[in-house]
């Protein structure tokens, strides 16, 4: 497996490796071009070009800044405000009608437990999949192998460490259920 197949795929790869170097560079290109275009639909435009997925509808506050941009796929009437962060060495995967608060953060990527591990630099990630009807406050942060399902409300500030069902709103650091909806 290529690195980046190894990295897509959770396992422990090299982030120095030339392809994703290539691919994080590419990123930042990408990154500078959006946040500095002022018209919604060129700035849009770049987005589809940028992101692995996008529906028809969709609009990004800038700045924006994402690791690859590339594993991202969103999905019809996204609005993403001012800050929208991803680290998206895995996939990250948004549903339809989503809305995300300023400052909103999205972590894939992971760094091994033991020191001498991590030194040695190797690293691992895990996907993030978020449902359709997701309401996500302002400042919350979306960690590593979470999947949100449909109709859920994460409340702003809010540490996302674990995955939640249909139809409640989470909010706390580490977040928990604080309401179902009907």
Known sequence: MTEKEKMLAGQMYNAADPELSALRHKARIY?????????KVKRNQVMK?????????????????????????????????FNWTVLDTCPVTIGDNA??????????????????????????????TIGDNVWIGGGAMILAGVTLGDNVVVGAGSVVTKSFGDNVVIAGNPARVIKKLD
């Open 99 to 128: 809305m995300l608060g300023p400052n909103v953060q999205f972590y894939t990527a992971l760094h091994p437990l033991d020191a001498q591990e991590r030194i040695a630099g190797p690293e691992y990630g895990a996907p993030i």
């Open 31 to 39: 990154r500078d071009q959006v946040n500095r275009e002022l018209d």
């Open 49 to 81: 070009e940028w992101l692995g997925k996008t529906g028809e509808h969709f609009h990004v506050e800038t700045p924006v800044t994402l690791d690859y941009g590339c594993h991202i796929f969103v999905g019809e009437n996204f609005y993403a405000n």
